[in-house]
């Protein structure tokens, strides 16, 4: 046996390759990995491979990694994934990295089909893609067709409409549009919140037989185990919340989970093979110790990691609230110049302007009017010069006499830039504040030295304040709302007999009033003992 193993790791973004001792464990790679991709909430994430009979299998990060991965070729093939999902999204990932490697697991397994999307989930979710690839919307610069090339929706959504690819993008881009100001790990954190909704997120499926001989499937989540028809992976029929569940162990293939509740009966069901409890095993006490984790006081590790990526999300957003100001101050000085400056302008052209009219009206009678063109007196261009700090540059075009003047202000825009940049400077100098803290509203405020500032800072703090506050009110509205109104646009051109099963399950779960969680409290409802013997009746 060699004494070092090529291993090639895939992520959703690129390829990692890597040399280690044959002997080393899957602890050993797995910390490589994650160093090299700047991963430190290491407890969700897992490295897995396909073995020889097609199945997918999570490596073992206490044994020796020769010993799990079996390959016929000179480099093994493994992947870097999603293990083990957080409750809530929003509440439980700290680090930038970790919400983009989260966004982009969900994103491939939504378009891959693994987790269902109904339509309009789809176009809103995609929208958020688009912002965290592309940033701002500028109608400028993309321009219809920008679209064209990139995979945003699952096959069975495009399958369902009668819809062009320009209509889609047509759509996207409308919802799209809205996003704006959103910066990458905004964007990514906000389409895991909405995908944290769909009832197949977080939930690893495996193929169980209970004592009757039912097929069934048993999905393993964050909130604990549940068990689905298997021709419906959307609505479990039973749950078993992880408070429930003192022990689990299996022998064989035979897999038993023993509830906290002594007066009843073992929950206990059969896997196709002992690969699959193994697996079982694995993700159970993994999100176990999960559930236990985020109810407990926090490490001094995750401590640290809390107050860097507080630290470091903090300082993006206050430079991205000094560029706007900075922005709004270009503007508002710009205008105060243009404006008066067009003004005068216009005033001096006002006489010129009706005595060509005039000659134009003579002309009709066939009056020789060629030196009857009055000439703009260059005084009055130098005084607006010397008024506003700008260069003029005169231009006459011959052919056309509407055309006579042509002005670029150049040194006015520098006027601008400095004046700018000297309001930033006096900002810096009085010690400017920015604190950043949370509210109910999750609102950033600034706190400044009111004394020491010019009422247009203020101006332009308060507006940055208030333009926070109606950016949070918009992307408070109602999802379901969004969702609703989506639906009712898109009713009238759907193809229903395109729709698949789970289509047909989600859109009769919207008629019933039903959604992921009403349809979780539902199934844990009554004992223990009774959810089981429901089990075994299956």
Known sequence: MPTHLTVKVRTCETDLHFQIYSKASGSSLYDIVC?????????????????????????????????????????????????????DVAEDLIQEQTVHYFYLEVNRLILTGEIYCPP?????????????????????????????????????????????????EDRIVAWYAQRMGLLRYEAELEFLKIAQDLEMYGVSYFEIKNKRGTLLWLGVDSLGISVYDYLDKLTPK?????????????????????????????????????????????????????????????????????????????????????????????????????????????DIMKPHEMHRVHQLELAKTGF????????????????????????IQ??????????????EFVSSIQDVNAETSHIFRHMDQNSVRVEKFHDSSNLTISKVDTDTLKDFEIAQLKLEIQRDTNIYIA?????????????????????????STCDLKHEEKIINGENKYSTMNKVKEGTTKNRIAFFEEL
């Open 238 to 346: 039973i749950a078993f919340p992880w408070s429930e569940i003192r022990n689990i162990s299996f022998n064989d293939k035979k897999f038993v989970i023993k509830p906290i509740d002594r007066k009843s009966p073992d929950f206990s069901f059969f896997a196709p093979r002992v690969g699959v409890n193994r697996q079982i095993l694995q993700l159970c006490i993994g999100n176990h110790n999960h559930f236990l984790r985020i109810r407990t006081i926090d490490s001094l590790e995750v401590q640290r990691i809390k107050i860097n990526a507080k630290e470091k999300l903090s300082k993006r957003q206050n430079e991205k609230r000094r560029l706007r100001i900075d922005q709004d101050a270009r503007d508002l000085l710009c205008d105060s110049i243009m404006k008066p400056l067009h003004t005068e302008l216009t």
């Open 394 to 407: 005169q231009t006459q075009d011959n052919d056309s006499p509407r055309d006579i003047i042509e002005c």
């Open 120 to 168: 309009e989930a789809a176009i809103l979710l995609s929208s958020y893609s688009v912002q965290s690839k592309y940033g701002d919307y500028d109608n400028l610069i993309y321009k219809p067709g920008f679209l064209r090339k990139e995979n945003l929706l699952p096959e069975h959504v495009k399958l369902q409409f009668q819809m062009s690819q320009d209509m889609w």
């Open 35 to 87: 160093k090299t991709l700047d991963i430190q909430e290491v407890w969700y994430f897992g490295l897995y491979f396909i073995d020889t009979k097609g199945f997918i299998s999570w490596l073992d990060h206490d044994r020796v990694i020769g010993n799990q991965v079996i390959s016929n070729s000179s480099e093994l093939e493994m992947y870097f994934g999603v293990k083990f999902y957080p409750e």
């Open 475 to 499: 992307r408070s509205t109602n999802f379901q709302e969004q969702m609703s109104l989506l639906r009712q646009q898109m009713e009238s051109i759907m193809i229903r007999d395109m729709m």
């Open 368 to 391: 020789n009017y060629t030196h009857a063109v009055p000439i703009i007196d260059g005084n009055d261009f130098q005084i607006l010069m010397d008024k506003y700090g700008g260069s």
